[in-house]
């Protein structure tokens, strides 16, 4: 049964930095894409960043290129999201997601077949 855990969320203020975890486990996800989304109240959920395991190929929403980046490390078969720079308007929960090497619109959420609960990041002005 496939797990993603996000940890690494918490309360920063702006201009601040966090680090967010994806553990992944039951499955073989080198063919899969690994992506964040975020959704904040009363908003849809969003893309923020995708890579692919295998190739290390990466993609970001244009609200957050040069101060967010995605990564993976595949011996712990751990995804991360370094957020530097922060804003307010980043303040949202994040998810981490698998979506098939195959899918096309990456930053698409219904590509995305399995989901972690999400983890809280808040920003403070």
């Known amino acids: 049964q496939v797990q993603l855990v996000e940890s690494g969320g918490g309360l920063v203020q702006t201009g601040g930095s966090l680090r967010l975890s994806c553990a992944a486990s039951?499955?073989?996800?080198?063919?899969?894409?690994m992506g964040w989304f975020r959704q904040a109240p009363g908003k849809e959920r969003e893309f923020v960043a995708t890579i692919s395991w295998i190739y290390g190929s990466v993609y970001y929403a244009d609200s957050v290129k040069g101060r967010f980046t995605i990564s993976r490390d595949n011996a712990k078969n751990t995804v991360f999201l370094q957020m530097n720079s922060l804003k307010p308007e980043d303040t949202a929960v994040y998810y981490c997601?698998?979506?098939?090497?195959?899918?096309?619109?990456?930053?698409?959420?219904?590509?995305?077949?399995?989901w972690g609960k999400g983890t809280q990041v808040t920003v403070s002005s």
């Open positions: 997601a698998a979506a098939p090497y195959s899918a096309h619109d990456i930053g698409s959420p219904s590509v995305y077949d399995y």
């Open positions: 039951g499955g073989t996800f080198s063919n899969y894409w």
